[in-house]
């Protein structure tokens, strides 16, 4: 039946298949970090980074879980369990999400490439530099409320160099990719599931197929769209983009793709998305894609790593709240000068 094809192959095989395509990036990673870590000169990075990065209420073994935040958020949580104080690394993994993932470039390439066509480089520029300000400034303001009593100091053994057992260092791996496979993988599973249902079903229990418009989800994102309408995007196609994106960025390109009924791409871009963006509100958009609450595979992964799910709740609604007032004050700010 349609409905199964459609399950097994854009629900599960897409959802698992998502997770899967972390696993040689995060095998890769910690091969290395593990590789750095007993040769003995990853101390010697933490150490040489402590000054300027206390200026912002981190300590220096955060700079690498933010600077691998460019690359995915998810190996970049899981990088921060190497910090032994609980502060400083709740610290860093509120502050890793402001880092733009690889997964938010497609998003960031198609619509400034259509809106901004002539200072697309910059628009996706202010987008990194905005996330790097951000992240410093409520790294100040956490130093100042939230973790102001930690005050421990940095104290590291710096052990001489040695060469990497590689029987160890493949051990090392092996426990952190299983690890991730089984706590983030179970919930991508699960998650996967329920938005394929959500995007292929009525209210009627209807499978709707490619009519995105009848489905659950498009009457959920229905009921949304006016929060969004002061951030100047209240279309509810642009609001079910964003809930999609919370399973994977890219997904945002692919649903909003379905959406208009064609494939979007640089040449096509402009005139298909024309009708829910102005050149203003698709920066706006922009802005909220960089900032808002990560993929779920980066939430359960974040969770797992603050043993809390206080902060983890805290995470997900601090970053709309944030994405949503930054989106706000670009569009605001943007229409006195349009």
């Known amino acids: 039946p349609a409905w199964l094809v459609s399950l097994v192959c854009d629900g599960v095989l897409s959802g698992v298949g998502g997770v899967i395509t972390f696993v040689p990036e995060i095998a890769i990673l910690f091969f290395l970090l593990s590789i750095l870590e007993d040769s003995g000169y990853m101390s010697r990075i933490a150490f ?14 955060s700079f ?10 998810v190996p970049a ?11 400083d690394k709740r610290n860093t993994i509120l502050l890793v999400p402001f880092m733009s993932c690889s ?42 409320t939230i973790f102001k009593d930690n005050n421990a100091a940095f104290m590291m053994e710096l052990p001489p160099y040695r060469m990497p057992k590689f029987k160890d260092t493949m051990l090392h791996v092996w ?14 599973f699960v998650m996967s599931v329920v938005v394929w249902l959500l995007m292929h079903f009525s209210f009627s229990f209807r499978f709707v197929g490619e009519q995105v418009e009848d489905s659950i989800l498009s009457a959920i994102g229905g009921v949304i769209a006016p929060i969004f309408k002061p951030l100047g995007f209240g279309s509810w196609m642009a609001v079910v983009a ?40 698709a920066y706006s958009f922009l802005v909220f894609v960089s900032l808002y609450t990560p993929c779920i595979a980066a939430v359960s992964t974040m969770s797992r790593e603050l043993q809390s799910k206080k902060f ?19 569009y605001s700010i943007g229409l006195l000068f349009v």
């Open 242 to 281: 964003l809930l999609t994106g919370f399973i994977a960025k890219e997904s945002v390109v692919s649903t909003l793709s379905v959406l208009v009924g064609s494939t979007l791409t640089a040449g096509n871009a402009l005139s298909a998305l024309g009708t829910l963006f102005t050149p203003l509100s």
């Open 77 to 87: 949580a899981m990088a921060a369990r190497t910090m032994e104080n609980m502060q």
């Open 175 to 188: 426990e952190r990719v299983k690890h991730f496979l089984v706590k983030a993988g179970t919930l991508i």
């Open 48 to 61: 040489i980074m402590d000054r300027p990065m206390r200026k912002i209420g981190l300590s220096g073994k």
């Open 312 to 330: 983890t709740a805290f995470v997900v609604v601090f970053q709309i709240l944030v994405a949503y007032l930054a989106a706000f004050l670009v």
């Open 64 to 73: 690498i879980p933010l600077l691998m935040g460019f690359g995915c958020t």
């Open 103 to 144: 997964a938010k470039l497609p998003v960031y390439a198609l619509i400034a490439g259509a809106f901004f066509s002539k200072g697309h480089t910059l628009v996706v520029l202010s987008l990194y530099l905005g996330g790097i300000v951000l992240a410093a400034l409520f790294g100040l303001l956490f130093k100042k």
